[in-house]
């Protein structure tokens, strides 16, 4: 949990974020130009990615891209060239200056970006999205496009994941909000291992209150499967998904189904420490 006093200051901080009219395009000195890698699972052709990455260009950061070739939507932070490798062309993304699609996960993306497209010079922040769909609570462990962010912590890197709830094409405001929310962050600095998750209710969020909240429950509870009562064409049993949502008071999860645009910092390290301490107190030989 955030100490009380950093708590306010962060809750002040976004107010002001999500409010603020969007600046008119400045290009700071060479020297302060940060290296931003972008990237995604909705694949490189994501017009998401592409407003993402018009907005990190046009506050004067260097933008370079490295995104799954197609949607790999859900795979969390799975990888896949490890064991089958994978395949990489480059591409073009309007506001980059460099931008690949490879044929893996989007952890997979990262980790190519950070170890071969940041050897000369390293990324100083990576940034995963915007995704179509929101990833607040539980559900974030199925995504994706946390599980980019959480490969580039793992690499020990700043990182920001930024999801969308509506389903709309138009991310504008997400996109401005994410890089003016980047910039603070390149500013104010960031611990290793730590991913800023950043959910988003819709393009029309402008004045919606943004508010830091702790992960928690799920907009998509799964309760069980009914009856395969009907086929495909092939004949293949098609039984029906049953779900519920639960939203703890307090949660993201409570806040973004309030229209709240959520913040929630997320760590790497999935230690219980009590239960640490209390395994330390059993009798293990």
């Not at 998750?197 to 799920?218: L, Q």
């Amino acid at each position: 949990m955030p100490h009380p006093v950093t708590a306010v200051a962060l809750a002040l901080l976004l107010v002001v974020l999500g409010r603020q009219e969007p600046e008119p395009t400045r290009q700071p000195p060479a020297s302060l130009v940060r290296r931003v890698l972008v990237t995604n699972d909705d694949g490189i052709d994501s017009p998401a990615l592409a407003q993402l990455v018009a907005a990190l260009a046009a506050r004067g950061h260097e933008v370079v891209v490295c995104a799954p070739n197609g949607d790999r939507s859900g795979s969390s932070q799975s990888v896949a060239s490890w064991r089958e490798g994978m395949t990489v062309r480059e591409a073009s993304v309007e506001g980059a200056r460099l931008a690949f699609a490879v044929g893996g996960s989007p952890a997979d993306a990262v980790c190519y970006g950070v170890l071969h497209l940041g050897t000369e010079r390293p990324f100083d922040l990576v940034v995963s999205g915007i995704n179509d769909g929101a990833n607040v609570g539980e559900l974030s462990h199925y995504s994706g496009t946390v599980g980019a962010a959480m490969e580039a912590a793992y690499r020990g890197l700043p990182a920001i994941a930024v999801s969308q709830g509506s389903r709309s094409r138009d991310f504008g405001f997400t996109a401005d909000f994410t890089a003016r929310f980047a910039d603070e962050l390149l500013r104010r600095g960031s611990r290793p291992g730590l991913v800023h998750s950043i959910n988003v209710p819709g393009p029309k969020a402008k004045d919606a209150d943004v508010v830091p909240r702790a992960m928690g429950g799920s907009y998509l509870v799964v309760t069980g499967w009914s009856e395969a009562e009907a086929s495909d064409e092939e004949g293949r049993a098609r039984p029906k998904l049953g779900y519920r949502a639960a939203a703890p008071e307090g949660s993201d999860t409570a806040a973004f189904l309030g229209g709240k645009v959520t913040i929630t910092p997320l760590q790497f390290d999935w230690t219980d420490r009590a239960a640490l301490a209390d395994l330390a107190t059993w009798d293990l030989e």
